[in-house]
């Protein structure tokens, strides 16, 4: 770990009746909390957020992007507000998607009614990807990909969907942009392809920042980390600096720790404990733990479709560390749970 990070703990259920300054509101949400646990290298503290400028110029950078709104995103007709947690549904057009099975691949208008199924269930946005992402897919030659995605972007976009496009191909990103969609989800960060920043850039349009070990080579590279919250964390905050650098608005940044993406079991266990860390880098967070094998191999390897009970525990989880965004297969059951989330913070704010 290259240098000092703080994470929010000891939440709260509300900030009424207790002294001025000892708590702290996370990104501008519905949480509060009243301490950092203070990452030093190999040393840690807990010190009261009233504190944390005793330990010099970043603990106080950090805690400024900790506590600061997320501004929201305008997007057409579509906004997105970060102070409460959002689905995103996740839409796979390919032959060889792991969880749905190619269910909708070549055939646009299913993909489109399922699409308009999730948003009639509460999802925010369409998370639309034409190339599996699952450990040993082939590479999708970026003509195809395109040809999969941008004939449901224009649909969905039509009907009033607001559209991401996961992929890490610079030629479909401006496919699934001119076709309606508002957001690139990129699983590489802007580094598998050298023209992706640019055109993220030139566009204007939101981008999400995803982790992983060795993006030129795929999602599911690497050899393992010393201090994997740190480093995913350093990894990132150079992403975010290098998209700043590259012309794109650091208002419209979204970052994705990678759950599942080169990392073990116990990596993908210690990113989820930490997750409020994230905020640190004052972006709002994806979370995308949807049916992901860690439920699998958590709970006597069962299989991709039946792990909605560890998806729901895992998005309940994010949305207590203040993951503004949790990307889900099972949109009518995550935004249930959700709701029932919100009406307990509600009730919790007032005694």
Not at 209 to 224: E, I, R, T, V, Y
Request: aromatic fraction near 4%.
């Amino acid at each position: 770990m290259s240098s000092l990070q703080i994470r929010p703990i000891h939440f709260v259920d509300t900030p009424v009746g207790l002294p001025e300054g000892s708590v702290a509101r996370l990104a501008g949400g519905m949480l509060w909390f009243g301490a950092y646990e203070v990452r030093d290298g190999a040393a840690r503290y807990v010190a009261p957020v009233s504190d944390i400028a005793a330990f010099g110029a970043r603990a106080q950078l950090l805690h400024e992007r900790i506590t600061m709104p997320r501004p929201a995103l305008t997007l057409g007709e579509r906004v997105l507000r970060f102070d409460q947690p959002l689905v995103a549904g996740i839409l796979n057009v390919t032959p060889d998607s792991f969880s749905d099975g190619g269910a909708y691949a070549d055939d646009p208008a299913g993909a489109t009614a399922a699409g308009i199924d999730m948003l009639a269930a509460g999802a925010a946005l369409i998370d639309l990807g034409g190339e599996s992402t699952r450990p040993g897919a082939p590479l999708v030659w970026e003509g195809d990909e395109a040809k999969r995605v941008a004939p449901v972007a224009q649909r969905l976009a039509a009907a009033g969907a607001l559209v991401s496009i996961d992929t890490r191909k610079a030629a479909v990103m401006e496919a699934a942009l001119a076709a309606g969609a508002r957001i690139v989800n990129d699983v590489s960060a802007l580094l598998w392809d050298e023209r992706s920043a640019d055109v993220v850039a030139r566009a204007g349009c939101p981008v999400i920042l995803m982790h992983s070990p060795d993006p030129k080579a795929g999602p599911h590279g690497g050899s393992g980390y010393a201090d994997v919250v740190g480093e995913v964390f350093d990894w990132l905050e150079a992403r975010v600096e290098a998209a700043v650098g590259a012309g794109v608005d650091r208002g419209r940044i979204i970052v994705d720790p990678g759950i599942g993406f080169g990392k073990s079991l116990a990596d993908n266990l210690a990113l989820i404990n930490h997750l409020a860390l994230f905020h640190g880098l004052g972006c709002p967070i994806m979370l995308g733990v949807s049916r992901k094998r860690m439920i699998g191999a958590l709970s006597g390897e069962a299989p991709v479709d039946e792990r909605l009970g560890g998806s729901i525990a895992l998005a309940i989880k994010g949305a207590d560390a203040g993951a503004q965004i949790l990307r889900v297969h099972d949109v009518a059951e995550t935004v249930q749970a959700l709701r029932v989330w919100r009406g307990l913070r509600d009730r919790a704010l007032v005694g």
